[in-house]
């Protein structure tokens, strides 16, 4: 008897009051709308934007390039620079720095 007459439990004596805390404990934990599942779903969202926005750099890059490539002096340029092509009358000489290369064991 003691434990009903608690100034904390009076309240849920009231029939109204205690449907309205057992559903509320119902939508914010149990439901499948809580809660908690809302906050799984929006960090899945801000994840899948960040993706997005990397995706749209990716694009805005690759299109960058396309541009470059699509004239005659952007292809013979990457031509030249990433595959080491010449022209028929050509010599080319690749000039590496010291901090490009990989240092070696002095073991060899």
């Known amino acids: 008897m003691k434990l009903l007459n608690n100034k904390f439990l009076k309240p849920f004596k009231n029939i109204y ?23 799984e779903l929006n960090k899945e969202i801000e994840e899948i934007e960040y993706q997005k926005e990397h995706y749209k ?21 990457a031509a030249r620079e990433n ?10 000489f690749i000039i590496e720095y010291e901090d490009s290369i990989a240092k070696q064991d002095n073991d060899e």
């Open 83 to 92: 595959y080491y092509m010449k022209k028929d009358n050509e010599d080319i």
């Open 57 to 77: 750099n990716e694009i805005a890059k690759d299109k960058k390039a396309i541009k470059e490539l699509s004239t005659e002096e952007g292809t013979e340029r």
């Open 17 to 39: 009051v205690l449907v309205l805390t057992v559903f509320i404990v119902w939508m914010l934990f149990f439901d499948a709308h809580s809660l908690l599942f809302h906050r």
